[in-house]
């Protein structure tokens, strides 16, 4: 099986957050999308080991911000990268608290979702959310940024003048190690094969063996 297939599918890059008990958090997820109009519903599709995902679980809402082009790279890897166990991640970053004290990002977004859980399907290493839109608002008439734009820049590619579905993938990606769960590209100076047996994907914490090399 050629599982740099699933490599041809775009997403977009968007903001989770959530507040229970005090504690708020928000990560960088990478599928989220529109499931019905009338009412309005998205998915969205996090993993299991998130902070995020477990104080989801407990509040049964959530905030989505939609990502555009004009995002700062900094601000994805800042909610993508960092521990939300370790740190709070909205305590230097400009955001607001919606009506059910969720906090959202304000530098970045050109779309939010404010939404309420329906239904938690866990699919194993994931749980999907089935979420109804209490409240959404569009932010901006820039173009929202895809994951493929995202790897590109962060591999030291110029900005597009534009970039949507369909977008090219990193050209790092080619014949490099690349994370079949998250696609995060290895980028680091050591060798991929001369890694430790226990490194994990700095994204997902998968160990190595989930890693495939681009064609």
Not at 57 to 74: E, H
Not at 107 to 115: K, Q, V
Not at 162 to 181: N, Y
């Amino acid at each position: 099986m050629d599982t740099t297939a699933f490599f041809k599918f775009t997403y977009g890059l968007f903001v989770a957050g959530v507040e229970f008990e005090g504690r708020r958090n928000g990560c960088i997820i990478n599928t989220a999308t529109q499931a019905t109009s009338e009412p309005g519903r998205i998915l969205a599709t996090m993993m299991k080991t998130n902070l995020t995902t477990e104080l989801i679980l407990k509040k049964r809402s959530m905030t989505v911000s939609v990502l555009g082009m004009d995002c700062p790279i900094d601000r994805i890897a800042h909610f993508g990268m960092n521990k939300g166990r370790e740190m709070d991640k909205f305590a230097d970053v400009a955001h607001e608290i919606d009506a059910k004290g969720n906090p959202y990002i304000l530098e970045g977004a050109i779309a939010r979702f404010h939404c309420a859980i329906e239904q938690a399907i866990d699919l194993g290493s994931h749980y999907l959310f089935v979420c109804a839109v209490e409240d959404c608002l569009s932010l901006s008439d820039v173009e929202p940024i895809t994951y493929a734009e995202y790897r590109r820049l962060k591999a030291g590619g110029a900005p597009r003048q534009t970039a949507g579905a369909g977008a090219a993938p990193a050209a790092s990606a080619k014949g490099a190690w690349v994370c079949s769960i998250c696609h995060y590209v290895y980028d680091g100076e050591v060798p991929f094969e001369e890694l430790p047996a226990d490194w994990r994907c700095p994204v997902c914490k998968r160990g190595k063996d989930v890693f495939v090399k681009g064609n």
